[in-house]
């Protein structure tokens, strides 16, 4: 028989009169992310009921990664009457091979002819006469959980976490500047996490769009595309930036590409529908992420910078990426990552001398010179699908930036 889980959400439910609305989007989300194996995801008294074909270890992985579940359970659905629960609870507590345990109940039909602690105790009297097993209240090796709902009963005695957070798509896209490295892919893990759609952003100086594409961006996308469905990643080429910032001084080189990067994402923005920046920087952790320089960064900008990682620990970022395995991709070779390389960058950069480069240089007009040679690839999980076209043929027309655009 396909697996069936019980599937719960925990801060979803916490919002208010947006509520239906988290709910119909985690609804969606779980059906993507089960997609292929013939989900059927019903609403039920507070929680999903799910059935999907395939093995319960790969449905299991895909609800793991799917944001706003609080946690779920295979469970093993049985009919209302006392005796099917009781066989169930007997099935469980056998399989569970524990020697104490103890039953939890909870009823979502209050109509229900014994009260949660009637059927409790019962239940638990007649899994220690049966199989000999010991209550233990406080401690048990074993929980055995008894949910009623209205139509039918579960049991389960299994409780995976899910991932938490909140549904992908509930709160708007951001542009995201996307390096190939450790960092951001972590951000946009966060930021996902809390219900953003990322735009991945990535300049890249190889000789083609090819190398960039078949380059380790492409594969942590795909790798974050589990976890956030659709996913769309525009690869801009910067050599012509190179040429024409070649004699700006050589310390300021990094603060100048990053305000450029910032422009292009802004420039991109309404077209994706996007209502923020965001990067992968962490406080100090580089000469370009001193307090300062994330203020020149940020200088005049018209929308957000947001910066999840902003508070993390290199060890801290590393762990997560492990967790979302983009740590083994981010470690791969990458030319790419060092084409900005200053020996002594400047900790301190003014916002008002960058100002005066992008200026003098001609900045602004420069984003619309690269972005003519920038590429769009979209990548669809369902299927792997990955698509490309040049972004001039095929940019979106200006789209709303709140979440209904992902809803
Ligand atoms: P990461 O691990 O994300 O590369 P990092 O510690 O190497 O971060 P930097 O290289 O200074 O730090 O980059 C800081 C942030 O700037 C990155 O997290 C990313 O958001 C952005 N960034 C850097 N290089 C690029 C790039 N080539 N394309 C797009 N964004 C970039
Ligand atoms: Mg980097």
Request: proline share 7%.
């Given at each position: 028989m396909a697996p069936e889980y019980v599937v719960h959400y925990s801060e979803v439910a916490l919002k208010g009169k947006n509520r239906p609305e988290f709910v119909r989007a985690l609804r969606r989300n779980i059906a993507r992310s089960l997609s292929g194996l013939a989900p059927v995801v019903e609403l039920r008294d507070g929680r999903f009921v799910v059935s999907a074909s395939g093995t319960a270890q790969d449905a299991a992985a895909r609800l793991g990664k799917t944001f706003g579940v609080a946690w779920f359970s295979e469970v093993a659905p049985v009919g209302l009457d006392y005796d099917g629960i009781r066989r169930g609870v007997l099935d469980a507590a056998r399989a569970s091979k524990g020697r104490t345990f103890k039953v939890e109940t909870r009823r979502s039909d209050k109509g229900y002819p014994l009260t949660s602690r009637e059927l409790a105790v019962r239940l638990g009297a007649a899994v220690q006469e049966e199989t000999g097993m010991k209550v233990d209240?406080?401690?048990?090796?074993v929980v055995i959980r008894v949910d009623v709902t209205r139509s039918n009963a579960f049991v389960y005695s299994n409780k995976t976490p899910g991932p938490g957070g909140l549904p992908v798509g509930t709160a708007g896209r951001v542009m995201h500047l996307f390096s190939g490295g450790i960092d951001s892919p972590v951000a946009a893990w966060l930021l996902m996490k809390r219900g953003c759609v990322p735009v991945y952003l990535h300049f890249y100086l190889a000789p083609t769009p090819r190398n960039a594409l078949e380059s380790k961006v492409t594969k942590q996308v795909k790798a974050l595309s589990a976890y956030g469905g659709k996913s769309t990643l525009v690869l801009v080429p910067f050599a012509e930036y190179q040429l024409a910032t070649a004699d700006a001084p050589g310390d300021l080189e990094p603060s100048l590409f990053r305000r450029f990067m910032r422009m292009t994402a802004e420039a991109l923005a309404p077209p994706f529908g996007a209502a923020a920046i965001s990067t992968g920087d962490s406080l100090s952790?580089?000469?370009?992420?001193t307090l300062w320089n994330l203020a020149s960064f940020d200088h005049g900008s018209t929308l957000p910078i947001l910066r999840p990682?902003?508070?993390?620990?290199k060890d801290e970022i590393i762990s997560l990426a492990r967790r979302i395995s983009t740590y083994d991709l981010s470690i791969e070779e990458y030319k790419d990552c060092c084409a900005i390389i200053t020996r002594h960058p400047r900790t301190r950069v003014k916002s008002a001398l960058l100002d005066d480069y992008v200026r003098r240089l001609e900045l602004q007009d420069l984003v619309q010179e690269v972005l003519r040679g920038a590429t769009l690839v979209s990548y669809n999980p369902v299927g792997d699908v990955l698509r490309c076209a040049d972004l001039a043929d095929s940019m979106p027309t200006t789209r709303a930036t709140g979440p209904e655009a992902d809803l």
């Open positions: 209240l406080t401690d048990p090796e952790q580089a000469a370009s992420q990682l902003l508070a993390y620990d």
